[in-house]
Nanobody
Framework: QVQLVESGGRLVRAGGSLRLSCAASGLTSWTHGMGWFRQAPGKEREFVVAISRRSGTIYYADSVKGRFTISRDNAKNTVYLQMNSLKPEDTAVYYC?????????????????WGQGTQVTVSS
């Protein structure tokens, strides 16, 4: 059974940093495309960052480029999202996801497995 468990979300002030973790079980994160998505209240879930299964290329949403970094620890089967220079508009539930798809890593529809999400709140 595949499980993705996110952690690390909390309340933080604008300009601060957080590191989210996504612990995977039932699959190996390095053989899957892995992504982070987020959903703010009243808005649709949106792409944040992903590692392509096909090439390992990393893709970032323009809104987080230069501030967020995705990484993974294969030994721990865990993917991380380092978030720096946080802004109030980064407030959302952040979801980790995994895909077996070799196509676009930024498409929400490509992802087979999802975590339960972790809340990030950035105060101004």
């Amino acid at each position: 059974q595949v499980q993705l468990v996110e952690s690390g979300g909390r309340l933080v002030r604008a300009g601060g940093s957080l590191r989210l973790s996504c612990a995977a079980s039932g699959l190996t994160s390095w053989t899957h495309g892995m992504g982070w998505f987020r959903q703010a209240p009243g808005k649709e879930r949106e792409f944040v960052v992903a590692i392509s299964r096909r090439s390992g290329t990393i893709y970032y949403a323009d809104s987080v480029k230069g501030r967020f970094t995705i990484s993974r620890d294969n030994a721990k089967n865990t993917v991380y999202l380092q978030m720096n220079s946080l802004k109030p508009e980064d407030t959302a539930v952040y979801y980790c996801a995994a895909t077996t798809d070799y196509g676009s890593a930024v498409r929400i529809q490509a992802y087979n497995y999802w975590g339960q999400g972790t809340q990030v709140t950035v105060s101004s």
